[in-house]
């Protein structure tokens, strides 16, 4: 079993940045694909970002594409989001996800999910 936390959330104003971890354990996540989700109040959790196992191919929603950045460090078993220029509508609880097999975006696929960390963005 992959147990994943997430950090790195909190309160920020429009226009600033956060970096987002995920710390997976119980086993390596290196061979895993991994993605990141946010979910806002009164909406459907929604897809962020994907990374491949190796960190080559990565895949963002046109919400995040220039602003987000999807990392990760097979060393220390960890995931990253970099978040740039952030917005009001970028709140949300986000959430850190993985899954054997590749990349994808849909939410059905993945096997493993954290408990998520707030991010808010005031305007």
């Known amino acids: 079993q992959v147990q994943l936390v997430e950090s790195g959330g909190g309160l920020v104003q429009a226009g600033g940045s956060l970096r987002l971890s995920c710390a997976a354990s119980?086993?390596?996540?290196?061979?895993?694909?991994m993605g990141w989700f946010r979910q806002a109040p009164g909406k459907e959790r929604e897809f962020v970002a994907t990374?491949?196992?190796?960190?080559?191919?990565?895949i963002y929603a046109d919400s995040v594409k220039g602003r987000f950045t999807i990392s990760r460090d097979n060393a220390k078993n960890t995931v990253y989001l970099q978040m740039n220029s952030l917005k009001p509508e970028d709140t949300a609880v986000y959430y850190c996800?993985?899954?054997?097999?590749?990349?994808?975006?849909?939410?059905?696929?993945?096997?493993?999910w954290g408990q998520g960390t707030q991010v808010t963005v005031s305007s």
């Open positions: 119980g086993r390596s996540i290196s061979s895993y694909a």
């Open positions: 996800a993985g899954r054997v097999l590749g990349v994808a975006y849909a939410i059905s696929l993945y096997d493993y």
């Open positions: 990374i491949n196992w190796s960190g080559i191919s990565t």
